[in-house]
């Protein structure tokens, strides 16, 4: 992602997880009684960044069936109320491993039990874990922040050193404005990073415009006050103060070129789930808009109970053909771009000295439409192609800080 394929690579990791040397694989020290792996005929790349998932729901996939959005969301609700800490915990253990078999190295996770803290924080794992705050009745405002403060507080405490807990304002229906002010400003205070769905779905875009639709009666039902319209999420947001570049904004689906330049201007960045946005009807984020205004862009799943699996490398295939993009470009969202939009830059995303070794080994199963296939033989483009033709199958094996946490019974072989 930083420089041009190398041909018969390799790499070394010190002892603390870090990449201190790499390049063709002559020149690249073999310290005595180091651990060695080899996959011939593979690619190496840096670990994946699923910039979007709900690892605590991992447990409700396939459970979900409702076509509607608003209906999908009300079950969501109704499922999370009879699931136990201890099944959140099993969940997402589940959620991180399955994360891990599809090259993701580094999550940044939404959720409201904490679990996806303490699974990545048993397993070794790395991401960042954005606790959800939800309240659309701005008379429990200080009560709703006060217990998320002290949930990310405690979560801060337990998590493991590449464990980083932000704070999340839901979306702009269930988060009061009231509660999105207190929010933005306790996270700035504190240094938390900041993430919130926006802009996902029609319902969202008619309760902030007009204050209609599904989202409005259910407000109206539970006698919460409806707030006088708005222009968009975006400007709603803006305007409240909740944007800046430690802002992630979620799925910005339902946006227009003013709202993608109000982003720019705000330094956010933009998380993309072309898969679950096609499932729940949603349509296509304008992710080449957001690209030529200069936009952090990333790539998520959301969570299993939207779509089937955290594949990344599926997501990857949607937003190349929404956007145009070339198989390098749309590989790269999954990586260094991935690393900017959560501000990891100079730890991930990319295999260069000093870097995490967080990597992902490939295999691709499916070679570009002409013969002879040999991987290691084939341009620099093409080499892209075939690795964003990849199945789950072909992902032969994942590290974190150099350590294997995913892999293949076909993979490469530890060596003495």
Avoid at 9 to 25: C, N, S
């Amino acid at each position: 992602m930083a420089s041009p394929p190398v041909r018969d690579g390799a790499l070394l990791v010190d002892a603390k997880g870090r990449i201190v040397a790499l390049g063709p694989e002559a020149t690249v020290p073999r310290p005595e009684g180091v651990s060695t792996f080899r996959f011939p005929d593979a690619v190496l790349l840096p670990g994946f960044v699923n910039a979007h998932t709900h690892l605590e729901l991992t447990g409700l996939r396939g459970a979900l069936p409702e076509p509607d959005f608003f209906e999908w969301i009300q079950h969501v609700r109704r499922a999370k109320d009879e699931v136990s800490p201890e099944t959140y915990l099993d969940w997402a253990r589940e959620g991180v491993r399955e994360a891990w078999r599809h090259g993701a190295t580094m999550v940044a996770d939404t959720g409201t039990s904490g679990a996806v803290v303490r699974a990545l924080t048993e397993m070794g794992g790395a991401g960042i874990a954005y606790h959800e705050a939800i309240h659309p009745d701005p008379g429990r405002a200080e009560a709703t922040l006060a217990a998320a403060r002290e949930m990310v507080t405690q979560l801060r405490r337990e998590a493991g050193p590449r464990v980083v807990v932000g704070l999340s304002p839901h979306a702009p229906y269930t988060v009061s404005r009231t509660l999105y002010a207190q929010v933005a400003s306790l996270a700035r205070a504190e240094g938390w990073p900041l993430a919130g769905h926006l802009a996902e779905s029609a319902a969202e875009t008619e309760l902030v415009r007009a204050g209609t639709g599904p989202f409005a009666d259910l407000w109206r039902r539970r006698g919460i006050p409806l707030d006088p319209p708005a222009g968009s999420p975006v400007r709603l947001l803006a305007d409240l103060g909740v944007l800046g570049p430690d802002f992630l904004a979620i799925h910005a689906v339902q946006t227009d070129p003013a709202d993608a330049g109000i982003l720019a201007a705000a330094g956010a960045a933009v998380v993309v789930c072309p898969r679950s946005n096609a499932r729940h009807g949603h349509g296509s984020a304008p992710l080449q808009r957001y690209r030529e205004r200069g936009l952090r862009v990333a790539l998520g799943t959301d969570s299993v109970a939207s779509v089937d699996s955290l594949d990344l490398l599926a997501e990857a295939r949607e937003a190349r053909v929404q956007a145009g993009l070339s198989a390098e470009a749309a590989i790269r969202l999954l990586t260094l771009d991935g690393a900017r939009a959560l501000g990891k830059e100079g730890e991930v995303g990319s295999l260069e000295a000093g870097r995490w070794a967080d990597l992902v080994v490939i295999r691709p199963s499916h070679p570009p439409a002409f013969p002879p296939y040999r991987l290691t033989a084939l341009p620099p483009d093409l080499i892209a192609e075939a690795i964003l033709l990849g199945q789950p199958g072909d992902i032969l094996a994942t590290f974190v800080a150099g350590q294997p946490v995913h892999q293949a019974h076909s993979g490469g072989a530890a060596l003495p």
